[in-house]
């Protein structure tokens, strides 16, 4: 069982007070492998960013996504349905004290789709967190993204090359027939 984990994808790491404007560029691919997601029965989590005053990672970033806020919703385009896993977490890696493992196991996943922000801070922890746990693990390129500045094909090859992630495109887990070349 594949389960899609879409990491952060919240209004402040997307607009508001830690806007990302790659961000934008992986909203459709997320929407259609969502859509696909759903129509072929996988689990679906949202990891999100959900703090407490105090949460040591403050530190580094200032306040963002505090829990009840509008700023850590999840956008609008993206928005989860009834059923599906909405895993709150305080710190970078999906799996860090959040409960999340126990609920994978319980539906049966054995690989994890892990896609949103950011390539290189909590894809990458989200990413520890599921090898350690023994799940396969497959990131699209196209639905992930790091921050202006960092170099998204290091921060793939780093989660190649350490996790033993396979990294693929969104057109390739949703079976899109490639292009007709001329
Ligand atoms: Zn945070």
Redesign the pocket.
Known sequence: MKALIIV?MLEDFVGGKLANPKAQAIIEPLQRLLARAREEGWVVVFSN?A?QPG?P??KV?GE??MAGDPGAEVIAELAPREGEIVSPKR??GAFDGTGLDEQLRERGVDEVVITGQHTHI?VRHSSYGALIRGYEITIPRDAVCAFEGVSEEDALEYLKATYGATVTTVDELVGAPAPVSA
């Open positions: 952060d960013d703090h949460d990672e403050l970033w963002h996504a710190s970078y909590c």
